[in-house]
């Protein structure tokens, strides 16, 4: 009997925890829908298909690749839906950034390109293509060891035998082309700084040689200095290195010379002017046959014209003097002055009538000894700017002949480059005119002042008489 309550018991609890449970109903769980996206490469290499949860993004694939076949090779696109299994494509790629939200395919779009086949294989498409034969090219090379400029060609490589060439050649300041080359059987055209040749069959190596383009060894705008010879081109070069020349190269180059430097510095300056540096060079030239200072019927005979008048110091003496003050010691524009002191009565612009000055005015129209034509061409910087010297001028340039420290042996340099000497001989007068005047208060009579290379001495001459002449000209 016992035995019997025991089990009712048991039943009634289990039963209570039944209803008791009751209170608290069990949360039912969803499953996540996930849909499958697939790739079909269209013949490309195969693309794993994607499971995706609704709602969520596919990744996008690595890019598939597809084999190219004799006639044509392919290039992805990208992926493409379509609603007819791929025989149509969509306008548009698909957006790896939508939402999946069914099951769908996607497509690989594919652009095919042609392969380049030769002629033979489109006619004959089973006959293999002959392999074309590589072109025969040459190269043009430019000699390493070139001075003093550079050559350059239109194109130094893969040059087929017949191509135009173009050489642009390109000296260096002061330098000039003289002569370029492309190798024998290789002709040059054009001239000046352009060349062209037509290419052979075989390399080519252009060599080309560069020379200083002056006559002397300072070109033009160097600053000329005492002892230089002045070329008909601007450039100079000191005499003294001039002699060291072997005699082809001085015969050559004395025909361009034209002018001897005998001085620079303020010293000849007229006035107060101290600080103008003046570089003068005497002419080659010179008047041995002797010329008039003026004739006689010269409105500039015989008149006292002190702003051409030019003396020594007192106490100077032959062979060595000396100008200090502020005398008219430049003489580049002497035959002005006296225009402007006659005023109406001038004369001047008549030739004959100052037959010295006009020598040295037009010194560009002389001609050396033996010689046909001069050396100064009628467009040239120097034909014009030659005057008659003053006293102190002409003085210097006796300075320049018998005291070498001073300068050089200028009649030593002037005949060597086929000038003129001013005293070619150990006797007998060698006087030179001046520009300048000299006025004699005692006898109340005007001279031209000369001065005597023999006897080393300043010296006056009435105006008609006649004495040599030479021309002297400013330089940088």
Request: with cysteine.
């Amino acid at each position: 009997m016992k035995k019997i309550n025991f089990l009712v018991l048991a039943a009634l609890t289990a039963l209570s925890l039944v209803f008791t449970g009751c209170d608290n109903p069990v949360e039912e769980v969803t499953e996540p829908t996930y849909y499958t996206v697939t790739f079909n490469s269209n013949g490309g290499s195969d693309v794993e298909a994607q499971k995706v949860e609704s709602g969520s993004k596919a990744t996008k694939p690595t890019d598939p690749t597809k084999t190219a076949t004799d006639k044509e090779s392919y290039a992805f696109e990208g992926w493409y839906t379509s609603e007819d299994e791929g025989t149509t494509l969509s306008d548009t790629a698909f957006d790896f950034e939508s939402a999946i939200t069914a099951d769908i395919t996607l497509y690989a779009k594919w652009k095919a390109t042609e392969k380049a086949t030769t002629e033979a294989a489109e006619e004959n498409p089973e006959t293999p293509a002959t392999p074309e034969t590589p072109a025969v090219t040459y190269s043009v090379t430019i000699a390493e060891n070139i001075e003093n400029g550079t050559v350059t060609a239109s194109k130094t490589s893969s040059v087929a035998a017949g191509e135009t060439i173009t050489l642009t050649v390109t000296p260096e300041t002061d330098y000039e082309l003289d002569s370029i080359s492309a190798g024998s059987g290789v002709t040059l055209n054009g001239t000046g700084n352009t060349r062209t040749f037509t290419m052979p069959e075989s390399n080519v190596t252009v060599t080309a040689i560069f020379s200083w383009k002056w006559v002397g060894t300072k070109n033009p705008t160097t600053a000329k200095a005492v002892g230089d010879i002045v070329f008909n081109d601007g450039s100079s070069m000191l005499y003294a290195d001039f002699t060291n020349l072997d005699n082809t190269t001085k015969n050559t180059k004395k025909t361009s010379a034209i002018a001897l430097i005998f001085y620079k510095g303020t010293g000849l300056n007229s006035g107060s002017d101290t600080e103008t540096v003046r570089t003068l060079g005497v002419g080659l030239k010179h008047n041995r046959n002797g010329l008039k200072w003026c004739i006689n019927t010269a409105k500039a005979y015989n008149l006292n014209i002190e702003t051409i008048q030019c003396e020594p110091d007192v106490g100077g003496y032959t062979g060595n003097y000396n100008w200090t003050g502020t005398q008219n010691k430049n003489g580049s524009n002497n035959l002005e002055k006296i225009a402007t002191f006659l005023d109406t009565n001038n004369d001047t612009s008549t030739e004959a009538n100052y037959p010295a000055f006009y020598f040295a005015k037009n010194y560009a129209n002389q001609k050396m000894v033996k010689e046909t034509e001069s050396r100064i061409a009628a467009d040239s910087t120097y034909a014009s700017g030659w005057y008659l010297p003053s006293l102190a001028e002409l003085f210097q340039i006796f300075v320049c002949r018998t005291d070498t420290e001073n300068g050089f042996d200028i009649d030593t340099a002037s005949s060597a480059l086929g000038g003129d000497k001013f005293r070619p001989l150990d006797f007998g007068s060698n006087e030179y005119w001046s520009s300048s005047v000299y006025y004699d208060s005692e006898t109340e009579k005007i001279y031209a002042r000369y001065f005597d290379f023999a006897n080393q001495a300043c010296q006056v001459e009435d105006q008609k008489e006649y004495n040599y002449v030479c021309a002297i000209r400013e330089f940088n």
